[in-house]
């Protein structure tokens, strides 16, 4: 089966921009998620859809990131404006139904913000 | 909030050597996950475990889950060059989502 999907998968921006990345999940992968993971720490989770509803966004800088995931399949991430601090890789992972099931990664989009 | 932290950091084996990363939860778990981030990679999940005091084993990985459930570890025998790479626990309380540890990068030298 195909894996995630994101693009882009390498992005270079400078402070006060504004950024967009996209994610398609696996094919019946009702949960979604988008992770910050910042160079030397373990992934941060941002924000979990379950369809097309957000479940959390706890953790979701909400002054400057916004997410959707309107048809319940693929997602975006949005950053504006953009930040020094933002230089991380976002990744998305997708979960089959199920609570105690895997998540699967998709590679990630270097971004980093000048 | 739920916090997860891994020791040691950074881990250098000499290839044939074994390896122990451990994982400990401020609050007790429902589950905890383990996933593999080779460089330059994303990560893949390894194994899950659910039970108080389980032990899983795949090939020369051993995972355990604490009596308490607050705590686990992965142990690989005998590294070999293809084990290289960051090792995260994620763990998951009780109505929580996962919360990912720092990560122990490991080091084998040929």
């Known amino acids: 089966e195909a894996g995630v999907a994101q693009s882009p998968r390498y992005k270079i921006i400078e402070k006060r921009q504004s950024v967009a990345f996209w994610c398609n999940p696996i094919?019946?992968?009702?949960?979604l998620y988008w992770y910050q993971q910042i160079l030397g720490q373990g992934p941060k989770l941002l924000i979990q859809?379950?369809?097309?509803?957000?479940?959390?966004d706890s953790q979701l800088p909400k002054d400057r990131f916004s997410a959707e995931r309107l048809k319940g399949v693929d997602s975006t991430l949005k950053i504006q404006p953009a930040k020094l601090e933002d230089s991380a890789v976002y990744l998305c992972?997708?979960?089959?139904?199920?609570?105690?099931?895997?998540?699967?990664f998709g590679p990630g989009t270097r971004l980093t913000v000048l | 909030g739920q916090q997860v932290m891994q020791i040691p950091q950074y881990q250098h084996v000499q290839e044939g050597e074994d390896f122990t990363t451990y994982c400990n939860s401020s609050?007790?778990?429902?589950?905890i996950q383990w996933y593999k981030q080779r460089p330059g990679g994303h990560p893949v999940f390894l194994i899950q475990?659910?039970?108080?005091?389980e032990v899983k084993k795949q090939k020369r990985l051993t995972f355990q889950f604490g009596e308490a459930k607050k705590n686990s570890s992965l142990h690989i025998t005998a590294t070999q060059t293809t084990d290289v790479g960051t090792y995260f626990c994620?763990?998951?309380?009780?109505?929580?989502?996962?919360?990912f540890g720092p990560g122990t990068r490991l080091s084998v030298l040929p």
């Open positions: 992972a997708s979960r089959a139904p199920g609570l105690e099931n895997e998540q699967f």
């Open positions: 094919s019946g992968h009702a949960t």
């Open positions: 859809f379950q369809n097309n509803g957000v479940v959390d």
């Open positions: 609050t007790t778990l429902s589950n």
């Open positions: 475990l659910v039970k108080s005091g």
């Open positions: 994620a763990g998951r309380g009780y109505g929580q989502n996962f919360v």
